[in-house]
């Protein structure tokens, strides 16, 4: 018998392991070798590992996601005066969510997973965050107090337009950084873009969830309530930022940055107009801009490289 397992074997033993778990939505979030046809393959280095150290790793990732998780928590707990809904919270979104996104990234390697089926899945992973947010969040601060109100046109129309701006600048800043790091746009990146129409209209309705249940949970809640152990709003905006960028981990170190940085600009409009609906507006925007436009052009310029 060979020592390794082959690839549809090892991934189908993952996937029975976590899809109950994590959902489709979790795997899909990490992965990173998309086929062509919008089927992810296995990549070379799985198909010389075996499914137990795959679902090994992963595992230990989790107990360390979660052993801090645990500590942090009950550190915040005895030396602050934060109550225990809001130390709940804050270990969730600083904690635990970060390090559950760094924990699947072996998940990146399993196989057999469509792009619909990954936006949907993404879609109810991040309405499920923006919910709990929201129940952590409107009984002790209401919706105003997470930012949920409006603010005069010119103003939401200048600061939709300032961001939207701001964090597709950060974007193309990043790309010679990914060229001489990565070789360019990671698998992932380029084979989560949509190719067919039918495709396209979910990716916009990923676009418009992922703007506002992102921004309620982490530029709503998570940046008001750190706000409470630290009264600084500019180093709260920071932390969350980079809370906001490791829950991104599977876009890689420099998409980690870029997300952060991102995260940065949107906590400063939140923090400048008291509004989160501007920061929800355009985080849509961008989403839609790098998925409609700009990512079929990556995609393009990938495969003539490749044929070159």
Do not use: N
């Amino acid at each position: 018998m060979a020592d390794s397992v082959s690839a549809s074997e090892t991934s189908q033993r993952v996937l029975e392991k976590y899809s109950g778990s994590w959902g489709q939505g979790a795997v899909a979030l990490a992965s990173s070798c998309l086929g062509r046809d919008g089927m992810m393959q296995i990549s070379d280095s799985v198909q010389t590992a075996s499914a137990e150290q795959l679902t090994a790793e992963v595992d230990r990732r989790l107990r360390i996601g979660l052993g801090l998780t645990v500590a942090g928590v009950v550190t915040i707990f005895l030396t602050t005066a934060s109550g225990f809904w809001q130390t709940l919270g804050l270990g969730l979104f600083y904690l635990l969510l970060p390090s559950l996104a760094v924990a699947q990234l072996p998940l990146l390697r399993v196989h057999e997973i469509e792009r619909i089926p990954m936006y949907i899945g993404s879609a109810g992973t991040i309405v499920v965050i923006g919910a709990v947010a929201l129940g952590f969040g409107v009984p002790s601060s209401g919706l105003a107090g997470l930012g949920i109100s409006w603010i005069p046109g010119w103003e939401m129309v200048a600061w939709v337009g300032g961001t939207t701006i701001a964090g597709l600048v950060i974007i193309g800043a990043f790309w010679p950084t990914e060229s001489r790091s990565a070789g360019g746009p990671s698998d992932f990146v380029l084979k989560l873009i949509p190719r067919t129409g039918v495709e396209k209209r979910f990716f916009v309705g990923l676009s418009i969830v992922a703007g506002l249940g992102e921004e309620i949970a982490y530029r709503g809640y998570a940046l008001t309530t750190i706000q409470l152990l630290i009264p600084a709003p500019w180093i709260a905006a920071g932390l969350s930022s980079v809370a906001f960028g490791v829950l991104h981990a599977y876009q890689g170190s420099v998409g980690i940055l870029r997300t952060s940085l991102i995260g940065l600009v949107l906590a400063i409009s939140v923090l400048m107009t008291e509004s989160l609906v501007p920061g929800i507006m355009a985080h849509a925007l961008i989403d839609l801009i790098v998925g409609l436009v700009i990512g079929p052009r990556m995609v393009t310029r990938a495969e003539k490289d490749l044929r070159c």
